[in-house]
């Protein structure tokens, strides 16, 4: 069974991170979280669960506004050959959230470590990141030094690249 936002929530407490959450509708889109947002400081994400010809899965965070270019990011990320979006069955697999609530806190689910975790350069020149707490049902804020710690807890590699365009 994935974790839950409260196993997270604990995760990142026994870390000794700090974070804040607001609740708000689902929300499915960059578009839906912008016109209901309000005023959250920080970088906001957009995030591509990805894999590659040779069945290697990527999670691509990148910022709200970014343009990425789908049929070159794989020399970026280090894919085997073009990378095309990861079926739903395997996004509740690996990180245990379904489409339209694609997250980096999602690689907590991923125990195996098959997720590749790639972070926005551009992104992670925020402060502050925000992202979904494994739910589209909420927004988590957290500082972008703890987002790195919080990757390489769960037993990932933050792998830091300007992947847009």
């Known amino acids: 069974m994935p974790k839950t936002e409260a196993e997270l929530f604990a995760f ?3 870390l000794g991170i700090e974070v804040s959450t607001l609740r708000h509708p689902p929300l499915f889109t960059v578009a839906d979280s912008q016109a209901l947002r309000g005023e959250i400081a920080g970088g906001h994400t957009k995030n591509l669960f990805l894999k590659d010809k040779k069945d290697n899965f990527f999670l691509v965070s990148v910022g709200e506004e970014a343009v990425v270019d789908l049929k070159q990011i794989h020399h970026v990320i280090g894919a085997a050959g073009r990378v095309s979006f990861g079926k739903p ?3 509740m697999e690996l ?4 489409p ?3 997250t980096v806190f999602g690689v907590i689910n991923d125990t195996a470590g098959r997720v590749k975790v790639v972070l926005d350069q551009e992104l992670m020149d925020h402060a502050i990141i925000n992202a979904h707490p494994l739910t589209n049902e909420a927004t988590t804020s957290i500082a972008a030094a703890d987002l790195v710690k919080f990757v390489e807890a769960t037993g990932h590699d933050a792998v830091i690249l300007k992947v847009t365009a």
Do not use: N, T
């Not at 990180?95 to 379904?98: A, I, K, R």
């Open 12 to 14: 990142l407490a026994d």
């Open 89 to 91: 069955e395997m996004l």
């Open 95 to 98: 990180l245990g959230v379904v």
């Open 100 to 102: 339209g609530a694609v």
